[in-house]
């Protein structure tokens, strides 16, 4: 009986633990969707930089796109 219910117990806490894994990696996840996104949108804030400066100096490439 008491071995029945340290087992349970072992059992309880490896649920708890596996639980807390799947929620670190989902977490770990979303982190790494909202890093991609914040490169993508500094690639794009980089370009259109590149195009202002560009169309600055008389250089409007905006017509080979």
């Known amino acids: ?18 639980a807390e894994r799947e929620k670190l990696l989902k977490e770990q996840e979303t982190q790494r969707a909202e890093q991609e996104r914040l490169l993508k949108e500094q690639e794009q804030l980089k370009y259109q930089t590149l195009l202002a400066q560009l169309k600055a100096k008389g250089i409007d490439i905006s017509t080979l796109e």
């Open 1 to 18: 009986e008491r071995l029945l219910k340290e087992q349970e117990r072992f059992l309880k806490e490896q649920e708890t633990q596996r």
